[in-house]
């Protein structure tokens, strides 16, 4: 087969959800399947570390599509050039986008469907694209993978779509998540929190993530029990971040809120193995990565009960409704002050995480293509 790839959140040194996913899962399939040929479209100049074999052919597919109309000219008129050209087998695309102006046989990657819950959390001009563009991409695709039983349900009670082009793979963890020794675990708190223990969040600071109210309930926590912890705040900040920089400004214990910004990969894995817990109350996800992450380092973890967060964590995790201020702060109380209550998650947690992995988002991804090429 001749795969053409929709790899442009492959972005060296910026990485997030959906360019992990495609990181880790093309690496698997380009290596494990030689025969066939896969050509990689990129919306800006590549670092061909992302070439991960020599087979592999880059494509720079101009303009940017970083805009609403250049999505448009990029997925209707640049992607369906280039598809011609080459005589694509299959279009691979990662990031919930399609063509609708190709015939050519396509796997789409639809992580979530998160603009229809949170509208006033999506910029205007992306709200009005996925009104229009994201039923017809649904529509229009062969076989739609998305990552969790909760996202496929989710789309199929939004849009008339077939259940059965619908396959549900998962997220995994890369390299580097792993339990950290005591010392290890000292010299992170050392460097980070004043040698305290801390609550740590990870992801992009925006309200949708639900930070404001995560820095509320810690300082709730903070006033209950006086107890000598920071929170940890790792992460970019996104737009509409006024709720969380009022929410730290009148915090009564600011001195213990430190946000950290960006954070490497290899510092992830250091401040992730060290937290007393993960505290990821967002408010909506199609999978939630950093649940998962916290499992593979023996890290305790407290997340929200709505939409796919119970599903990533089963029984190995405090769940919580996340606009309830003082039942975070309480799960945080909990965790703090019950030992017994941190081991047990994590041992649920050893459990738990084996049921996610990247060998089985690929294995789906790959028996998709297959279905199609049979077809």
């Known amino acids: 087969m001749r795969i053409v790839v929709n790899a442009r959140f492959l972005l060296k040194d910026h990485l997030e959800g959906v360019g992990w996913f495609t990181k880790e899962v093309l690496q698997r399939l380009t290596s494990e399947h030689p025969a066939h040929e896969f050509i990689f479209l990129f919306d800006r100049p590549y670092d061909d570390a992302f070439r991960f074999n020599e087979r592999i052919q880059a494509v720079l597919l101009l303009p940017p599509a970083r ?83 909760f996202s496929k349900q989710d789309i199929l009670s939004h849009f008339s779509i077939e259940p059965a082009k619908i396959k549900v793979a998962c997220n995994g963890v890369r390299d580097g998540f792993q339990p950290l020794h005591a010392d290890e675990q000292a010299a992170v708190r050392a460097q980070y929190a004043a040698g305290q223990p801390y609550f740590f969040y990870i992801g992009s600071v925006h309200p949708r993530k639900n930070v404001h109210r995560l820095i509320a309930a810690f300082d709730q926590f903070k006033k209950n029990t006086a107890a000598p912890v920071k929170l940890l705040i790792g992460g970019r900040f996104a737009w509409q971040t006024g709720a969380v920089k009022t929410a730290f400004e009148t915090a009564q214990h600011q001195q213990d809120i430190h946000f950290l910004g960006y954070i490497s990969d290899t510092e992830l894995t250091r401040l992730t193995g060290a937290a007393l817990a993960l505290t990821y109350v967002s408010l909506f996800e199609g999978f ?46 909990q965790l703090y002050e019950d030992e017994a209550l941190r081991n047990k998650l994590i041992f649920r947690g050893n459990l738990q995480k084996i049921q996610f992995s990247w060998r089985k988002a690929t294995d789906v991804i790959w028996e998709s293509m297959l279905e199609l090429a049979g077809e």
């Not at 250049?70 to 990031?95: C, G, M, N, Q, T």
Request: glycine share 4%; proline share 7%.
């Open 288 to 333: 939630g990565v950093p649940i998962l992450e916290a499992m593979h380092c023996h890290t305790p973890v407290i997340t929200s009960n709505t939409s796919s967060m119970p599903e990533v964590a089963g029984d190995a995790a405090l769940l919580v409704n996340p606009t309830d201020v003082a039942g975070i702060a309480a799960a945080m109380q």
């Open 67 to 149: 805009h609403p109309l250049l999505w448009l000219w990029w997925f209707e008129v640049a992607v369906p050039f280039v598809l011609r050209k080459y005589r694509a087998d299959i279009f691979l695309s990662f990031d919930g986008y399609c063509s609708l102006h190709s015939r050519v046989p396509t796997v789409m990657v639809t992580h979530d469907i998160a603009y229809k819950h949170l509208r006033k959390h999506t910029p205007a001009q992306s709200r009005w694209y996925s009104d229009l563009f994201v039923p017809r991409y649904l529509r229009r695709a062969d076989r739609i993978v998305t990552v969790s039983e």
